[in-house]
């Protein structure tokens, strides 16, 4: 097989799946109008479907603040936090999350993906194991390939299967980095943190938690999971993004293990890589004290996730176990995926697909996000763009 045909058959399954003229996975945005809408086509869509937990993308705080390191610092570093990148915002962000969570100190990286990358691999080598939940995001696997570590992966959000596996270990669980996610991505569960940090104080290893879609929605000032459970002296290493929460883009790690700071010196996807920008920086600071101080976005987030969730279960639609932001359709096949995801699409609604391998346990998703900028009207209209579209897709 020659090197480039491993691609026409990417295309071929494409093209076998994928309804024709339609870019699912590309769709063309053509102007965003706030937060929760936007333009395909030649029409007006609600956004169902981003990461915008808080709707902080057009806050003014946010705009002002970008708007004035673009003018005063220029649109890039040009340089890795290494070589000449790190400005004094960079330094003021880390400080300012390093508070936020109470802790030692933190770590700035260009996005939430480099940050589990950089975490995981400056954290574990060849020698050691990584054991993952089985439902980790591609940011968590990756990482965990490039570190060299042993690679176990224990079923989704089973204690047990995590207490067996470390049990096995033997002496080894001693340098095992266990990781978790505060809210996961798929199904929009939560981990069983507790547990988990019983099971990891008794065998003597080390957890990350990747708090990616959980900064921002859980805990009374935003921490995420941590704080919600009242466990961040149990937990290690925290990880999370600007991109979701936060309406930005970059990562973060937090710890109390004075080592962290070593990262910055062994983390090759720390160091060969250009720092965010001033304007990324800057706007982050400022969604940061909005997140702090949002619990009215917050109560407003959960009081739509809860309208949504419910509707649908109402429906009779296979759900996420809990209620959550995430709001997660699960179907038996691609085929009714795709069915209800253009059939969203076509009542004006843009929401994610998921596709097998990309969703677990070869189950195709239908995912929507929630956001504290929807209205409780916006709520209603997707809830009966739903129920119209149900007796299409189980027929
Ligand atoms: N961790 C998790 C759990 C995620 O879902 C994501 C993004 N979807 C990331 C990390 C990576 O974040 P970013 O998109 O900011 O690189």
Not at 139 to 168: M, Q, V, W
Not at 189 to 203: G, M, N, Q, S, T
Not at 317 to 333: F, K, N
């Amino acid at each position: 097989m020659g090197l480039l045909d491993k691609l026409d058959a990417v295309a071929a399954a494409r093209k076998a799946l994928l309804p024709e003229g339609v870019d699912v996975f590309g769709i063309p945005i053509g102007q965003i109008y706030s937060a929760t809408e936007a333009k395909i086509g030649d029409r007006r869509i609600l956004f169902l479907g981003t990461n915008n937990y808080l709707g902080l993308t057009f806050a003014p705080e946010c705009l002002r603040a970008a708007h004035e390191a673009l003018e005063s610092e220029g649109t890039g570093t040009t340089g890795s936090r290494m070589a000449s990148g790190s400005y004094g915002g960079h330094r003021a962000l880390e400080r300012e999350f390093a508070d936020f969570y109470n802790c030692l100190s933190c770590i700035v990286f260009t996005t939430g993906y480099q940050a589990n990358l950089a975490t995981i691999s400056g954290l574990a080598g060849a020698g050691d194991v990584v054991l993952i939940d089985g439902d980790s995001h591609a940011s968590i696997y990756d990482g965990c390939r490039l570190s060299g570590a042993e690679i176990i992966r224990f079923r989704h959000n089973d204690i047990t299967d995590l207490d067996k596996r470390l049990r096995r270990l033997g002496e080894r669980s001693r340098s095992t980095l266990i990781i978790v996610e505060g809210i996961y991505s798929m199904l929009g569960d939560r981990a069983p943190l507790a547990d988990i940090v019983k099971l990891k104080d008794a065998y003597q290893s080390t957890l990350l938690l990747d708090e990616a879609h959980s900064l921002g929605v859980l805990g009374r000032t935003g921490q995420g999971l941590v704080e919600e459970t009242g466990l961040i002296g149990g937990v290690d290493f925290i990880t999370g993004t600007f991109s979701k929460s936060l309406g930005g883009i970059g990562g973060y790690c937090v710890s109390n293990h004075p080592q962290l700071d070593q990262l910055r010196y062994v983390s090759r996807p720390y160091i060969f890589t250009a720092s965010p920008s001033p304007a990324t920086i800057a706007s982050t600071r400022a969604a940061l004290k909005l997140l702090h101080d949002g619990t009215g976005l917050r109560e407003q987030l959960w009081k739509n996730a809860r309208q949504l969730y419910s509707r649908l279960q109402e429906l009779g639609y296979q759900l996420g176990p809990e209620p959550s932001p995430i709001i997660a359709t699960i179907l038996d096949t691609p085929q009714q995926a795709l069915a209800l995801w253009n059939g969203l699409l076509e009542h004006g609604i843009y929401v994610n697909l998921m596709l097998p391998p990309a969703a677990p346990d070869g189950k195709s998703l239908v995912r929507c996000s929630v956001s504290a900028a929807h209205t409780s009207d916006q709520m209603d209209y997707a809830g009966q763009a739903f129920a119209e579209l149900r007796g299409t897709i189980f027929q």
